[in-house]
């Protein structure tokens, strides 16, 4: 297959690959309900080289380069020069597709590039399940058969603890270093990105459908838990992070900072509007078809699916609140006995490069965490170049909140009491 080139494409051509990166979207949209559904389960779970200059360009950034010790050089013996291959383990729909479906254009292209051929597979289907599957080997100091896993953050922080993933090596990612979105530099849970780095981010922002109600917008929180015209017809989400989140910025409180207290108040909060019957549910983004019939008149979506849902019905629309929005990511990390760790890191790399941003993030509607992306994704889509939901501008970005990494402990605590409330 051609190497991917949007700069060498006809009008025609490119009129053609965004039809098809378009494509169906009530298709994709069903076909992609089993991903964003990875984060209702958390109430179950308790829980090339670099040169000198290049180097100095990184501290510019903020990210010093990782140095790795003997130890962390020996967990895991690469083959990457001799077995010119790489495992990706992904969830569905979260890739670039050909329009006949047998081809992934992106990847395809990489392996032109460097010979390294890839094995993709459409294994996670949710963050718990997924760690079971991998825990055993791991834990075991044995190889899962992965050489690049995507997993939420909250679960890539459990595994960077457990330390079963291995450090980058910042040589191997010159792309990444530089071209990284600020909005994700620094997590509390891999400071400097020395273990990982997005794959896309997701956002949590108020939608509403405006037939449902009467044309008037809904743009707050306290809008949802409080408003008697929303009575009955308001939907909140299953993850905990995302619905607490919201609404300790509803409170005034930073849920990079939350307390005990803090979040004890905002559970309280929610389940004054539970008790009041103010709250139809609580979903994973199963409040796609309601929101879209007006069942739900308004509710905490994930940004990808609302791109999604407008290019079908007009009459979705969403807000981002004054108080800010909740972020997380899925990220990628090389489990620790990996054989082919230098490929993988090519490939994240590779994925951090702006044509190839583009094109990812023109198919998955998420957030690209690639800064700079901008330009080229106007080349295959001009709207989802302007969509601050796809592409954060600065005040978009600078209003975004990630909630804490939580120990072990607090975690299971803090799951306990919101599956209590969702339960209820």
């Known amino acids: 297959m051609e190497e991917f080139d949007p700069d060498r494409m006809s009008a025609a051509q490119r009129s053609s690959m965004l039809r098809a990166l378009r494509g169906d979207w009530t298709g994709r949209r069903n076909a992609a309900r089993a991903r964003p559904e990875r984060r209702t389960v ?13 180097l100095a360009a990184l501290s510019a950034c903020g990210i010093p380069p990782a140095a790795r010790t003997d130890d962390e050089a020996a967990a895991s013996e690469d083959h990457s020069v001799k077995e ?10 979260y890739i670039d597709v050909s329009e ?28 718990v399940e997924f760690f079971g599957k991998i825990k055993p080997q791991l834990a075991a100091g044995q190889d899962t058969g992965r050489d ?6 909250w679960l890539a922080a459990r595994l960077i603890r457990l330390g079963w993933v291995q450090k980058l090596d910042p040589a191997n990612l010159p792309h990444a270093f530089t071209n990284l979105s600020p909005q994700f530099r620094n997590p509390d849970w891999d400071p400097g990105h020395a273990h990982s780095y997005p794959w896309a981010g997701i956002s949590t922002v108020i939608a509403y459908n405006l037939k449902a109600t009467g044309g008037k917008e809904v743009t707050s929180l306290s809008q949802l838990l409080e408003n008697p015209e929303l009575k009955g017809r308001v939907g909140l989400l299953s993850e905990m992070r995302d619905t607490v989140g919201m609404t300790l910025l509803d409170m005034g409180k930073d849920p990079a900072t939350v307390t005990g207290d803090d979040f004890d108040a905002a559970v309280a909060r929610i389940q004054k509007s539970v008790d009041r019957k103010q709250v139809r549910r609580f979903t994973g983004n199963d409040y796609i078809a309601d929101l879209s019939k007006g069942d739900l008149a308004a509710c905490l979506a994930w940004a990808g699916d609302v791109v999604q849902l407008q290019a ?4 979705i629309r969403f807000h981002i609140p004054d108080s800010g929005y909740m972020t997380s990511t899925d990220s990628l990390l ?9 490929n993988a890191e090519r490939l994240i790399d590779y994925y951090y490069e702006l044509p190839v941003a583009a094109r990812l993030a023109a198919w998955i509607n998420y957030v690209c965490p690639v800064d700079g992306v901008r330009p080229e994704l106007a080349k295959l889509d001009k709207d989802a170049a302007e969509d601050p939901l796809i592409v954060p ?21 803090y799951e306990k009491k919101f599956a209590a409330l969702t339960d209820g």
Request: aromatic share 6%; proline share 3%; glycine share 8%.
């Open 393 to 413: 501008d600065k005040a978009t970005a600078a209003r975004s909140h990630a909630f804490r990494s939580l120990g072990a402990k607090e975690e299971a605590a």
């Open 84 to 93: 010119k291959q790489v495992t990706f383990s992904n969830w569905t729909e």
């Open 334 to 342: 090389v489990p620790n006995k990996a054989r082919h760790k230098e």
């Open 42 to 54: 958390l109430r179950a779970a308790g829980g090339g080289v670099l040169a000198a200059g290049g």
């Open 100 to 127: 006949d479906e047998r081809h992934r254009p992106s990847l395809d292209a990489f392996t032109k590039r460097t010979g390294i051929k890839v094995k993709y597979t459409e294994d996670i289907n949710d963050n």
């Open 148 to 153: 690049l896993i995507c997993v939420t953050d």
């Open 312 to 315: 079908d019905n007009p009459d």
